[in-house]
């Protein structure tokens, strides 16, 4: 495969120095993109958008057509890999996703299936292979997957859930099958991302949306031994050269010194973190990716400008930087922000 036109962020992301910071934006292809509406219309549901290659590259492509970005991220889900266990998986209009078979007992985790990626997640591979030859080498491509806790609380709760009361119970009463569960995850999870590098993909992140809702031992006992595997069982090399490994738990700031220990090359960090904190503590051993807050893409222009100037300011000089936002674009955003703010990136050089 070609290399990569614009690799500012495969350099970033190892810490390597850039003439500008790469930028890229968590749900960058999504609800907010009018494109996209129209081809979520046509494929007829979210989970047909996801399992058609064709159109999952497609929706993935838009924001690079539409916008210079420094990357593009692989437009699937989190939950591919409980859905390729035959869980039930739909998603309710308004609701999100559901699951008709949650996993709750001892037998529940028995009669989960090892995904092979190459069958049961095909769809997903082909999506990868197919972006990455239409990209045409003009940005990386970005894999990713859910980490095994995040995934496990939708698993385990039936869907989305706030205050994650059954698999708390679990972690308190259950917590032989709640290992269990989470190391057939990791299991699922490296031949899952492996595949995807295998097909294309030349960075990896791992989403621990909800590592936050987890008490600090619990972090350590439940999510970030499992992401710890992962890492260790991923692909180091493809095409060449390195293939860097980013890891966003949510919520999860006071915890950048555990992920420094578990080996990922790049922290995301969402905003209720400080860049110049962040750095302070992890030093060079590790880049950062964040970490303006998506609310304040509904900012007027001179304020969307100056706070992007501050979370660049915050991380300060030298390289290791990749901005983006703390979180996903809500769907409720206006286009155009999304312009001003990549442009305003691209622009800034720290004086």
Known sequence: M????????LRALLR??????PVWLMRQAGRYLPEYREA???AGSFMALCTNPQLACEVTLQPIERYPLDAAILFSDILTIPHAMRLGLEFEAGEGPRFAHPVRTAADIARLPL????TDLRYVIDAVALIRRELHGRVPLIGFAGSPWTVATYMVEGGG???FPAIK???????????RLLELLARATILYLNAQIGAGAQAVMLFDTWGGALTPAHYEEFSLPYMAQILDGLTRHADGRVVPRIVFTKGGGAWLDK???IGCDAAGVD????????RARVGDRLALQGNLDPAALHAPPEVLDAEVRRVLESFGRGPGHVFNLGHGITPDVDPQSVARLIEAVRRYRLD
Do not use: Q
């Open 2 to 9: 070609e290399a990569a036109g614009n690799d500012l962020l």
């Open 16 to 21: 390597e120095p850039t003439p500008r910071r």
């Open 40 to 42: 979520r219309a046509r």
């Open 115 to 118: 995904p092979d990626p190459g």
């Open 161 to 163: 859930s706030k205050l």
């Open 169 to 179: 119970r679990m972690i308190y009463a259950a917590p032989r099958e709640l290992h």
């Open 259 to 261: 992920l420094l220990a």
């Open 271 to 278: 905003w209720t973190t400080d860049l110049a904190d962040a």
